[in-house]
């Protein structure tokens, strides 16, 4: 009689490495990649909002301005200016632009494009391009500056071709 052997092989999976708290390497990276995404998102996010707020804060000083070019009150757009463009422009000589623009003004202008840079030296400039509705259209584009936390107007101009502002 033979006796017969049973064999039997037993197999131990090997235990998954835990490394931090119990993690494995595939759930660290896969934390660290969506760790990524939400901080790049939230970074978005607050540069969006801080742009939106910069932005409408300048755009209710060129519609002020705006405003004042339709009165044709160049004392008050002045007074919205930088030190520089006070300096070099009078109200007489503000008062004689306005003039030569009012036949193009004359209807409630659109913004056509709002350009925001923040890397402009000084300070943090938006450049809003307003159009009229008036035929040919007349585009209107006002500069305004941000130094020491207050916008100020640095600049009109006006043509029928926005690629020419």
């Known amino acids: 009689m033979s006796e017969e052997t049973e064999h039997r092989v037993i197999r131990a999976d ?17 934390f660290a990649a969506v760790a990524v995404v939400a901080i790049a998102l939230l970074y978005t996010l607050v540069t969006k909002l801080t742009l939106k707020h910069d932005v409408s804060g300048a755009t209710k000083v060129t519609d002020m301005v705006v405003a004042d070019i339709a009165k044709q009150d160049s004392k008050a757009a002045l007074q919205l200016g930088s030190a520089a463009l006070k300096s070099k422009n009078t109200p007489a000589q503000m008062a004689n632009s306005f003039a030569q623009i009012k036949p193009f003004t004359r209807g409630t202008p659109k913004i056509y494009s709002r350009t ?44 029928s071709d926005p690629q020419q502002l």
């Open 116 to 159: 925001y840079d923040k890397n402009t030296k000084g300070g943090k400039s938006v450049f809003v391009i307003y159009v009229y509705p008036s035929n040919p259209a007349f585009f209107l584009r006002v500069v305004v500056q941000n130094l020491d936390g207050k916008w100020e107007l640095v600049n009109i101009a006006g043509n």
């Open 14 to 30: 090997k235990p998954k490495k835990r490394l931090l708290w119990g993690l494995s390497i595939f759930d660290i990276i896969i």
